[in-house]
């Protein structure tokens, strides 16, 4: 590895969707805290721009607001020409972007095709889009590293939203398939599966602190991860040298919640 | 001593003759198999298909796979409208089936056996559309079980690729991982009996505890965790 050890993707390029807010804020911190150059990848520029100022203030290597709108195909390859031609390669791209409406339950007997649109067009259509466009700088790379931000809803199937759980799951059938394809590339395909305190997830259990007490029971390590430490610095590791040799796995970031195999 | 096979409906929609195989192995197996036909895969049909073939069934078995699944492609010959039709659109019809079947029985119980091609857990260069529709099906089906828990029960029977799509071979697909020359640890690859026969198993109540459950019938080949 020739990286040094504080700095794993030092001079790395990484463009990270839904970069704007939760958990994607966290990962490009992460990353550029590691040494990446990140392209921030945003519907809103106000969003990224916050996340660029927090990268810089924390001496980061610098974030790129780059105007992507995952759903569409055109947004999709112009933001990534746009860091190609800022800084002349792109080793890692995060599929983190996901609905709003994940986040709420929703009854299956109540779920109709405009729900699960608005869900998977951002998942599985954002992962054809990224996935194609990316595809000749990750191999151009030699390192290159495709990550897409899965759930373990998709692992054990939460109740709480059948469309969620299948779009996520959905992604596991991706990551191993396109990991085979891409091998002789050198592009490792991963997932990662979080469970992180996000602001949304804070908020959630300030209104609900005995089922917040009751939750973190569950987890082996007795919370819930912080999204910066525990999810950012874990994807630092996958997108590192560290684990080039690990493709179209899930890698578990959860405390120990879901024991996957 | 095992419970008599039961009364079923099947829909196997796009399966062909993968299809009349497994109702034809499903009977031998001495289920009193009753097929719903319903070109429309749309909730609403299927609500009325189903309610014109249940009858006393509790018991449906489902083999809902991709109308098109295309050509085996890599993923970077992909166009948009193939990708939404081929890995999108068949997780959302499964859910259509599934709420049309649920609006048929109208409240009574019932054990939900799906039925989907094991290349999603093992994944498969050129057939990404695949797998990722079928692993959306199965987390779909896992996250149905607990929201329908109450009165249903839903598994789902892992097929080995090659028998439940002709088409594709098992040169086609990923060797298995041991080291030299394969041999099923069966000494034989699967065929529709031994499918029909897990999928009863599930079905039946002798399985009375088995919810949101895969089993892979693939002779062993893989062993997944």
Not at chain 1, 223 to 233: F, Q, S, V
Not at chain 1, 234 to 244: H, I, T
Not at chain 2, 8 to 16: A, I, N, P, S
């Amino acid at each position: 590895m020739d990286a040094p050890l504080n700095k794993p993707l030092d001079g790395r390029i990484a463009l990270i969707t839904g970069a704007g807010g939760g958990i994607g804020r966290d990962l490009a911190r992460a990353l550029a805290a590691a040494g990446a150059h990140v392209g921030i990848a945003v519907r809103r520029p106000e969003t990224g721009e916050e996340t660029a100022r927090l990268i810089e203030a924390e001496g980061g290597t610098g974030g790129l607001v780059l105007c992507v709108d995952a759903t569409d195909r055109a947004s999709v390859a112009a933001g990534i020409e746009r860091l190609h031609a800022e800084f002349g390669a792109i080793d890692i791209i995060i599929h983190n972007a996901a609905a709003p409406d994940s986040a709420y339950p929703m009854p299956a007997d109540l779920s109709d095709e405009a729900a699960w649109r608005r869900q998977t067009d951002i998942t599985l259509g954002g992962a054809l889009s990224l996935a194609q466009a990316g595809y000749p700088h990750l191999k151009a790379s030699g390192r290159g590293r495709f990550v897409v931000m899965t759930s373990n809803f998709g692992y054990h199937g939460a109740a709480m939203n059948a469309i969620y759980s299948a779009s996520k799951a959905s992604l596991r059938g991706f990551i191993k398939s396109l990991a085979r394809e891409w091998g002789p590339d050198s592009i490792t395909v991963n997932s990662i599966s979080p469970a992180a305190a996000t602001e949304a997830t804070r908020a959630f259990f300030g209104q609900f602190p005995a089922m917040e007490t009751a939750y973190k029971r569950k987890f082996a390590l007795g919370d819930l991860g912080d999204p910066r430490r525990d999810i950012g610095e874990g994807a630092v590791a996958l997108c590192s040298d560290y684990l080039r040799y690990m493709t179209g796995q899930t890698l578990f970031l959860d405390g120990g919640l879901f024991p996957s195999a | 001593m095992a419970e008599p096979a039961p009364e079923l409906v099947l829909y196997t929609h796009g399966l062909g003759e993968s299809g009349r195989l497994l109702a034809d192995a499903l009977r031998s197996q001495g289920a009193g198999v009753r097929v719903t036909r319903c070109e429309t895969v749309s909730r609403t049909s299927l609500h009325a298909a189903f309610s014109d073939t249940l009858g006393e069934a509790r018991v449906a078995i489902v083999a809902f796979a991709p109308v098109d699944r295309g050509l085996a492609r890599p993923l970077l010959e992909w166009m948009p409208d193939d990708w939404r039709r081929c890995a999108d659109e068949p997780q959302l019809r499964l859910l259509e089936i599934l709420q049309g079947l649920r609006d048929a029985l109208a409240g009574r119980p019932c054990s939900v056996v799906l039925l989907g091609a094991s290349i999603g857990m093992t994944g498969a260069a050129n057939h990404v559309a695949l797998a990722t529709a079928t692993e959306g099906q199965r987390g779909l089906m896992k996250a149905l079980a607990r929201q329908w828990g109450e009165s249903w029960r839903l598994n789902w029977v892992s097929v080995t690729a090659p028998l439940i799509f002709p088409d594709i071979g098992y040169g086609d697909i990923p060797e298995q991982c041991e080291l030299g020359d394969y041999t099923p640890p069966l000494g034989r690859r699967p065929d529709w009996a031994d499918v029909a026969r897990t999928a009863l198993m599930l079905a039946g109540q002798d399985a009375g505890g088995v919810t949101g459950q895969t089993v892979i019938v693939d002779g062993g080949e893989w062993m997944l965790p």
